[in-house]
């Protein structure tokens, strides 16, 4: 079974930190990864996401994550903090292509402090 | 434009009263998926549907019903709804084999 973990519901950053949001994973077999962000008033909307090959995925955004099998994270970062990045964050787990379901984690909402 | 549509996107009504939350997409996607999102659960999954006449329960299916009679719509129906079904639904579709699921915009529905 899958199942996500997302440390950390509310997370706040001054405009031009560093964001990072973290996720940790659990499945009994290789996942398949993904970052969402809502907007307010808004539906999800994928920001990226990792199947096979490169651990270090880059998304939109100025969004990047990075795989780490050893560590079961998938953590989210972005260099600078922009305003317009203020949002809920969700990650989310799947097992395989094609497979029903997604495992969402219960979010990060994300403060950008000017 | 690709997009999930869902309607209506705010809804308040009272206990037992019948209604029915509409999504529909453009995409030619075979599966489609109904969500609901409450605070500090995130999103759990009611019922899916891998294709016309075929559905199939998700985690939360109880006082909610579906039906595919056509690909591009996916309507959830609540025949009796109650306080605890206030929430906030979302519609998903993706390809047949292919795990990104694209989201509608949501519809917020308060039970009194």
């Known amino acids: 079974a899958q199942s996500v973990t997302q440390l950390g519901s509310h997370v706040s950053v001054s405009e031009g930190a560093l964001v990072l949001l973290r996720c940790n994973y659990s499945s009994s077999v290789p996942p398949y990864l993904f970052w969402y962000v809502q907007y307010p008033n808004q539906g999800l909307q994928l920001l990226l996401k990792y199947t096979t090959g490169a651990t270090l995925v880059k998304g939109i955004n100025g969004f990047e994550a990075e795989f780490k099998k050893s560590e079961t994270s998938f953590h989210l970062t972005k260099p600078s903090a922009h305003m317009s990045d203020a949002a809920e964050y969700f990650c989310?787990?799947?097992?395989?292509?094609?497979?029903?379901?997604?495992?969402f984690g219960t979010g990060t909402r994300l403060t950008v402090i000017p | 434009e690709a997009q999930v549509t869902q309607n209506p996107r705010y809804l308040i009504t009272v206990t037992g009263k019948k209604l029915t939350v509409t999504c529909s997409q453009n995409?030619?996607?075979?599966?489609m998926s109904w969500y609901r999102q409450d605070p500090g659960l995130g999103l759990r999954q009611i019922y899916y549907?891998?294709?016309?006449?075929?559905?199939d329960k998700g985690d939360v299916p109880e006082g909610y019903k579906v039906s595919r009679k056509e690909k591009r719509n996916f309507p959830l129906i609540l025949e009796s709804p109650s306080p605890n079904q206030t929430s906030l639904y979302f519609c998903a579709s993706r390809a047949a084999s292919r795990n990104e699921q694209f989201f509608g915009p949501g519809t917020r529905l308060t039970v009194l």
């Open positions: 995409m030619n996607h075979e599966y």
């Open positions: 989310a787990v799947s097992d395989q292509a094609g497979a029903n379901n997604l495992f």
């Open positions: 549907s891998m294709n016309v006449e075929v559905t």
